[in-house]
């Protein structure tokens, strides 16, 4: 979670978008994102996804 704040914050100071660092700051979480379905998926019945402070832990992310 520090990395998507840290790049939010980043991009409301003023860094762009393009910038190297935030660019691979994406693609970090993108290849982190969890998309296993669990009893949530009730409220959400799309395509979920959110971010975990596990892998072990797919079924629930932390953060969606």
């Known amino acids: 979670m520090e990395t998507s704040l840290i790049?939010?914050?980043l991009?409301?100071?003023g860094v762009s978008h393009n910038d190297p660092i935030l660019?691979?700051?994406n693609?970090?979480?993108l290849n982190r994102q969890q998309y296993?379905?669990?009893d949530w998926v009730v409220h959400n019945p799309n395509r979920p996804g959110g971010w975990g402070f596990s892998d072990v832990n797919t079924?629930?992310?932390d953060v969606g």
């Open 59 to 61: 079924m629930n992310p």
């Open 23 to 25: 660019t691979k700051a």
């Open 36 to 38: 296993d379905f669990g």
């Open 27 to 29: 693609k970090y979480l």
């Open 7 to 9: 790049g939010y914050t």
């Open 11 to 13: 991009q409301a100071a």
